[in-house]
């Protein structure tokens, strides 16, 4: 304990009962912010699975053993991070631990954690497309029967032909946006939700419409393929529009205009097309 000097008197020091409720305090909140799982991982408790994904990513790449080799307890401190993510990530388990805490988890629940190289190149391949909703064992059921269609890609991270169909599906979904829903399944962090709904190889693309049968895509992994068995899919009609004819669609002729309009254009004898794909 340390003291104090009064007139050259050295007299031990007083803790004071506010020193006390401040110290306390402050090692409330410490201890709170160590093992709080949403505050570990730095989101709200109304994040969504994608947004905890992020930040998990984010943290992931700089608290790595790999990338921290001189730090004796890199290892203890990125389990802590795992373990977090891995409750969070899932429905049921985030349930439990909102209502529970810790106690009502698993102890050897996030106890083993991937490569740095995992992470950085594999993890959440869709997780920063804007066009490309990730869905998971939470709001998949939700999504695929709300009366859009959706065009999913089932995927494995570990799958070579997953990360090579990537720049297609990313271009594809692109050129479909406002037209159908483009999601995507990161069945490494779904397994159970994979294998309730039949996929067995990677990558596996359904297309789902509300109260009806998915539809398997067994064509060409091009974007072409892709558009063209999409669009069988989609009610459109077609207003042909020629050369001196005035291009205007108004909501009395167009009355799914707000849905989405497709142009194209071609040439041919000096005339131009253009035409209208309302969904």
């Not at 388990?93 to 995992?118: A, C, I, M, T, V």
Request: glycine content about 8%; aromatic content about 10%.
């Amino acid at each position: 304990m340390g003291s104090t000097a009064v007139h050259g008197v050295q007299q031990p020091a007083r803790l004071t009962l506010s020193s006390l409720l401040l110290a306390t305090a402050l090692l409330v909140a410490v201890c709170a912010e160590g093992s709080d799982y949403y505050q570990l991982l730095g989101v709200s408790r109304e994040a969504t699975t994608r947004e905890i994904r992020q930040a998990f990513k984010k943290l992931a790449l700089t608290m790595h053993p790999d990338k921290n080799p001189g730090d004796a307890s890199a290892h203890d401190k990125f389990l802590k991070v795992n373990r977090a993510y891995e409750v969070l990530k899932d429905e049921d388990l985030r349930k439990k631990y909102d209502k529970y805490g810790e106690k009502g988890l698993d102890e050897q629940q996030g106890g083993r954690y991937e490569s740095w190289n995992y992470y950085r190149y594999d993890f959440g391949i869709y997780d920063d497309d804007l066009e490309i909703i990730t869905l998971d064992s939470g709001d998949f059921e939700a999504a695929v029967n709300s009366g859009e269609i959706w065009f999913v890609n089932f995927y494995s991270p570990r799958c070579s032909h997953c990360h090579q169909l990537a720049p297609t599906w990313r271009e594809f979904a692109k050129e479909m946006d406002g037209v159908i829903r483009i999601g995507a399944v990161n069945c490494g962090d779904n397994n159970h939700l994979c294998r309730r709904k039949g996929i067995n190889s990677y990558p596996s693309l359904y297309v789902y419409r509300a109260g009806q049968r998915p539809e398997k895509f067994t064509g060409e992994r091009n974007k072409d393929d892709l558009l063209r068995f999409s669009m069988q899919f989609i009610t459109t009609t077609v207003t042909e529009l020629w050369q001196g004819e005035p291009f205007q669609l108004s909501t009395h002729n167009a009355p799914c205009l707000e849905q989405g309009l497709h142009l194209l254009f071609s040439v041919a004898a000096g005339v131009a097309l253009r035409a209208s794909a309302d969904v």
